[in-house]
C-alpha cells in the first residue's frame, strides 16, 4: 500500500506575500501531483489543518511563508519537532501559524501526528503592522511559486517510497537535509535553518475560524466541502435554489428577509426560509408573520451553518414545491464565511451603524458575496456613515460587486434584493467575487485582487 501523504496549502491571500502557500496550491491544479497525494489550499482555516493532521497521513508538508532570514524567494524545507502530547491547557485557537496548528492538533484526538514537513518561502513583501489587508504577491515571491512545485513533485516522488525518507530541494541554497528543529524555528544565516531562535513571525495570522476547541469538534465535520458540492446538485436537480444571508449579529437580517419573503409570498414565489441562531426561536417567530414556511435552525453553540444542517432540513423539511430558500446564517461575519453551504447567492449585509471599514476587516466574508446589502440606512446620518469610504473599501475586496441599498422600516430596497435573488434563481448572470466556495471547498482568488 502507498504512504499517505498530505500537501497543504497555508496563508492569507489578504496579506501580500502570506499567499504563497495558497498560491502553490493553485499552481498544482495546472501540475497535478500523483495519485494517492491529498492536495488542499487550507488558507488560514487552521483548524481545519489541524483536524485533517489526524486524518492517518504518513507524511504532512505544509506549504507556507515563513520569515528564516533567508534572501526572499529561498525556499527552505523543515521539518518541526512535534508537540509532545497534550499535557496542559489546549492552545487557543486564534493566531494560527504551523507551531500553533500542530499544538492543537495533539490537543484534538489520541491519534499520531504524521511526519510533518514545512515547505517555506522566505516573503519579499509584508504588510505592515496597521495594514487590514495588503493584496499581492511580490515577483520575487511569485517566481518561488513554481520553483515549488518542481520541489513537491521531486520530494512527493521520494515520500511516497519511503515516508522516513529525506527529500531533496531543488537548489543548492536551500536546506537540502529536514532535519528536526523546533517551531519557532532556529535560523541559520544561509541556507539550513537550525540553529538560533527565530524572530518572531510577523505573518502570524489571525484565525478566521470559530471561538473555542469544541466549535472545531463541529466545524471540522469538514467533510462540508464535499457535502456542499453533492448538496448543490441536488438542489439544482430539484429546482431549488438558495440564498445564505451572512452578516454580524444585529445587522438587520431577519427585519430586512421578513419583509423580502411577504413581497415574495404577495407575488407568489414559491419561496420558504430556514434560520440559524445558537438558541430561541425569535427569528424564526418574527419571519413566519410573512406568511412563507419557516423553519428556526438551533446550532447547539456552533457559530455557523454547515452544509450537513442545510442538508437535513432540505431532506426532512423543505415543502416540495420551493424554488427559492433563503437561509439566514448565524450572525457572525467570521466563520459562516468558511462554510460553504451550496447556496446560488451568497449575501452579505451591512447594517451603516457598523462602520465603512468593516470589508476590510472581515475580507473573506465581503470578498466572497455576490452581492452586498446595506442596512438601517434610515441611520447613516445619525451615525456619521462615511459611504464612499465603504464603497472604497468594498472594491478592495470584491471589485464590482453589486451594493443594494435598504432599510427595513421603509420598504426602501426590498424588492431590488427579491429581484437580485429571483434572477439567479432563473439563471440571470451573478457577479462573480474574487473568493468564492471552490467545487473542493477551499476558497480561492480567481482573480487577484487589485
Ligand atoms: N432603524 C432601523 N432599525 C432596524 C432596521 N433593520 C433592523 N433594525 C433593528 O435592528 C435590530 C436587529 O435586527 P435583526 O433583524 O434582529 O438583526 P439580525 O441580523 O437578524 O440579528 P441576529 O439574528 O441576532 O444576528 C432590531 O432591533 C431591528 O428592529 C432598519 O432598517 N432601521
Ligand atoms: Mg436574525
Not at 346 to 359: F, S, Y
Request: proline content about 9%; charged content about 25%.
Amino acid at each position: 500500500m502507498s504512504a499517505r501523504l498530505l500537501v497543504a496549502g497555508v496563508g492569507n491571500i489578504f496579506l501580500a506575500d502570506d499567499a504563497f502557500g495558497p498560491e502553490v496550491i493553485r499552481a498544482l491544479d495546472r501540475r497535478p501531483l500523483p495519485p494517492g497525494v491529498r492536495v488542499r489550499d487550507f488558507g488560514i482555516r487552521g483548524m481545519d489543518l489541524a483536524y485533517e493532521l489526524l486524518g492517518g497521513y504518513d507524511t504532512a508538508v505544509l506549504v507556507d511563508a515563513a520569515v528564516r532570514g533567508h534572501r526572499p524567494g529561498t525556499l527552505s524545507l523543515i521539518e518541526p519537532e512535534l508537540p509532545e502530547g497534550a499535557a496542559g491547557a489546549p492552545p487557543e485557537a486564534h493566531g494560527m501559524d504551523p507551531a500553533k496548528v500542530l499544538s492543537l492538533a495533539t490537543h484534538l484526538g489520541d491519534e499520531p501526528l504524521p511526519r510533518v514537513l514545512v515547505l517555506a518561502c522566505e516573503p519579499e513583501v509584508r504588510p505592515r503592522g496597521d495594514e487590514d489587508i495588503a493584496p499581492g504577491i511580490s515577483a520575487t515571491v511569485r517566481d518561488a511559486v513554481e520553483r515549488a512545485v518542481t520541489a513537491l513533485h521531486a520530494m512527493v516522488e521520494v515520500l511516497l517510497a519511503d515516508p522516513r525518507a529525506s527529500p531533496p530541494l531543488s537548489r543548492p541554497e536551500e536546506s537540502p537535509d529536514p532535519s528536526a528543529a523546533r517551531l519557532p524555528r532556529p535560523v541559520a544565516d544561509g541556507a539550513e535553518d537550525r540553529q538560533q531562535p527565530d524572530p518572531p513571525d510577523p505573518l502570524a495570522r489571525s484565525s478566521a475560524m470559530c471561538e473555542s476547541v469544541d466549535d472545531v469538534t463541529q466545524a471540522v465535520l469538514a467533510k462540508n466541502d464535499g457535502l456542499a458540492a453533492s448538496l448543490r446538485d441536488e438542489l439544482a436537480r430539484r429546482g431549488v435554489s438558495v440564498a445564505n444571508l451572512l452578516s454580524s449579529p444585529g445587522s438587520g437580517k431577519t427585519e430586512l428577509l421578513g419583509r423580502v419573503l411577504a413581497r415574495a409570498v404577495e407575488r407568489r414565489v414559491p419561496v420558504a426560509a430556514l434560520t440559524a441562531d445558537l438558541a430561541t426561536e425569535n427569528d424564526a417567530r418574527r419571519l413566519a408573520r410573512s406568511g412563507a414556511p419557516v423553519k428556526q435552525l438551533l446550532t447547539d453553540g456552533l457559530c455557523h451553518l454547515e452544509a450537513r444542517q442545510l442538508r437535513g432540513h432540505v431532506e426532512s423539511w423543505l415543502p416540495q414545491d420551493t424554488s427559492l430558500l433563503f437561509v439566514e446564517n448565524v450572525g457572525n461575519l467570521v466563520c459562516p464565511a468558511a462554510y460553504d453551504l451550496g447556496e446560488s447567492l451568497r449575501i452579505v449585509l451591512m447594517a451603516v451603524t457598523e462602520g465603512e471599514d468593516k470589508p476590510l476587516k472581515y475580507p473573506t466574508a465581503f470578498g466572497s458575496a455576490h452581492l452586498v446589502v446595506l442596512t438601517k440606512t434610515d441611520l447613516a446620518e445619525a451615525a456619521g456613515f462615511d459611504e464612499s469610504a465603504f464603497h472604497a473599501n468594498l472594491r478592495r475586496v470584491n471589485p464590482g460587486v453589486e451594493v443594494v441599498r435598504t432599510c427595513a422600516r421603509t420598504g426602501d430596497g426590498v424588492d431590488t434584493v427579491l429581484e437580485r435573488v429571483l434572477a439567479a434563481r432563473d439563471g440571470g448572470s451573478v457577479h462573480r467575487p474574487p473568493l468564492a466556495p471552490h467545487p473542493h471547498g477551499h476558497v480561492h482568488a480567481p482573480d487577484p485582487v487589485s
